[in-house]
């Protein structure tokens, strides 16, 4: 089992930044990749960026390239999400999410991101 705890959300004007992280405990050997996702209100979640364990490829949806950062810091065992230049669109609740080599996956419970004036 892994267990994922997020943490950095807030209130924030556009343009302006956040970092959230994503704390990882338990089962720390059998993750493979991870990741953040979001969901805004009446809308599907969405996948924002990913990072594998050990190699460190990103990947990242369209919407936040040039603006978003994922990072890993294994010795710790969390991952960040640096989001800058934000938009009211990137407005939602953002999810960490780790699969494991058996391709199981874990999900936190979630850290709500406002971008307001």
């Known amino acids: 089992q892994v267990q994922l705890v997020e943490s950095g959300g807030g209130l924030v004007q556009p343009g302006g930044s956040l970092r959230l992280s994503c704390a990882a405990s338990g089962s720390i050997f059998s993750i493979s990749v991870m990741g953040w996702y979001r969901q805004a209100p009446g809308k599907q979640r969405e996948l924002v960026a990913t990072?594998?364990?050990?190699?460190?490829?990103?990947n990242y949806a369209d919407s936040v390239k040039g603006r978003f950062t994922i990072s890993r810091d294994n010795a710790k065992n969390t991952v960040y999400l640096q989001m800058n230049s934000l938009k009211t669109e990137d407005a939602a609740v953002y999810y960490c999410?780790?699969?494991?080599?058996?391709?199981?996956?874990?999900w936190g419970q979630g850290t709500q991101v406002t971008v307001a004036s």
């Open positions: 990072i594998t364990r050990t190699g460190g490829y990103t």
């Open positions: 999410r780790a699969i494991s080599r058996r391709a199981t996956a874990y």
